[in-house]
């Protein structure tokens, strides 16, 4: 009997500033997952495709303006809409992958001076993560990336304001629910240097997870 069939998919979620790599290292596990056999899926948050996600994508861009405090909620709630097929997917076996999630809505949220207890109230009961790997890297080698700069928080000021907000967070993730649960990677190197230690430090949860899924700040 396969011992992995009764088990549920595991949630993985990658954070991290803006041009730190995370989306070229989500895609990477992605395909090693899927190419060692298992089912995989990738989740973008914000998810740009929904109509909440089209009203993020025009603020994002500087094409609308819109309070402080409304785009908070509006990341959120682009974060509900997608909950219950994240929980059908991992109750099925897939293992989730999302590229950023609730731990990006409070730090650049919080970064923007908004206070932590409302940052991170919206997404309370959402499905926790079973591993956040947090994806590290000196800002002057973010900053010389060739997009950085195109969308409204890719400023100095603002990725220093939110590093800061990150240690808060993962404080956080500890204290709540335990240390196993934020992992800090170091983004330096090549890509395929930084999936291999992505890799490593996945490693069993790959294969299932058994226990139910738990529910963020609860
Ligand atoms: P992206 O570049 O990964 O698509 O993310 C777009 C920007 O939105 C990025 O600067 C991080 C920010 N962000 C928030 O401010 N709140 C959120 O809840 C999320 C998911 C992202
Ligand atoms: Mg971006």
Redesign the pocket.
Known sequence: SDPSSSRRGAFIVFEGL?RCGKSTQVSKLVERLEREGRKARLQK??DRTTAIGKMIDAY?QSKAEMDDHAIHLL?SANRWECAAAIKKDLESGITVIA??YAF??IA??AAKGLPFDFCLQPDTSLPLPDLTLYLTLPQEVASQRSQFGE?R?ETISMQQATREQFALVAQQVTSRHGESKWTQVDASGTIEQVADRIWGLVGEIADGIEGDIGRLWV
């Open positions: 803006d948050f914000p994002l990341f590229d950023r990006s809505g650049f949220s969308e928080y």
